[in-house]
């Protein structure tokens, strides 16, 4: 868990009108963010002030007042993983901005099939299979020996490069020939968000600011 920007903190916290007894609420107002699986995977908060991760407001574009009548118009960004890898909480209309499941439920962009992915789950029982070990299974494909080691040694702004692309036939049948680097992590989002577009079966949106 990181510390928090307090003031960032209630600043998103009054934008996303939630209450701060929510588990949503008490990540977005008491915690900075949090960072699982030796960094593999980040949730979203209020940001830190120590330069950590980013805050929700930050990384989903919230007007630098609140306004009541702003929302995210696609759905809002909760948290990456360092392929590239988003995870969003869908707006009110999900089959309008071309993801599956229904409002308010956690969807995912999986950058090897270039796809949205619904988990059927709200944001509090997502942070619950985040911390009672659903990733193991989630990720259990895309996670080569030493995984652990090398999401490690990565900063909070980084992710890891994998060429061949994680979509592509090559990558899908030796993920361990792959070769990896540590780049920003919005250049591995982005790539993956360029390719989706070209490639995949529709524009994934909108994937956070970094």
Do not use: K
Not at 71 to 98: I, T
Not at 113 to 136: N, Q
Not at 162 to 181: I, K, N, Q
């Amino acid at each position: 868990m990181l510390p928090a920007d307090p003031d960032e903190g209630r600043r998103c916290l009054l934008q996303l009108q939630v209450t701060a007894r929510s588990v949503l609420g008490v990540l977005t107002l008491h915690r900075g963010g949090l960072v699982l699986d030796d960094g593999w995977l980040r949730v979203y908060g209020a940001g830190g002030a120590d330069g950590g991760l980013p805050s929700l407001g930050r990384v989903n574009g919230f007007p630098e007042e609140p306004d009541p009548h702003w929302h995210p118009a696609a759905g809002l960004v909760v948290g990456p993983d360092v392929l590239g890898g988003v995870f969003c909480l869908n707006g009110h209309d999900p089959a309008g901005s071309g993801r599956p499941g229904d409002p308010g439920q956690t969807t995912y962009f999986a950058p090897d099939t270039l796809e949205w992915e619904a988990l059927d789950v709200g944001h509090s029982a997502w942070i619950g299979w985040l911390l009672g070990g659903g990733p193991e299974r989630f990720y259990a494909g895309l996670r080569r020996q030493g995984w652990r080691e090398e999401a490690a040694s990565l900063e909070l702004t980084q992710g890891i490069s994998v060429v061949p692309f994680l979509w592509s036939e090559e990558a899908h049948e030796d993920l361990a020939a792959t070769g990896r680097r540590a780049v920003a992590l919005r250049e591995v989002v982005g790539v993956s968000a360029d390719f989706a577009r070209r490639l995949g079966p529709a524009d994934p949106r909108f994937l956070g600011e970094s």
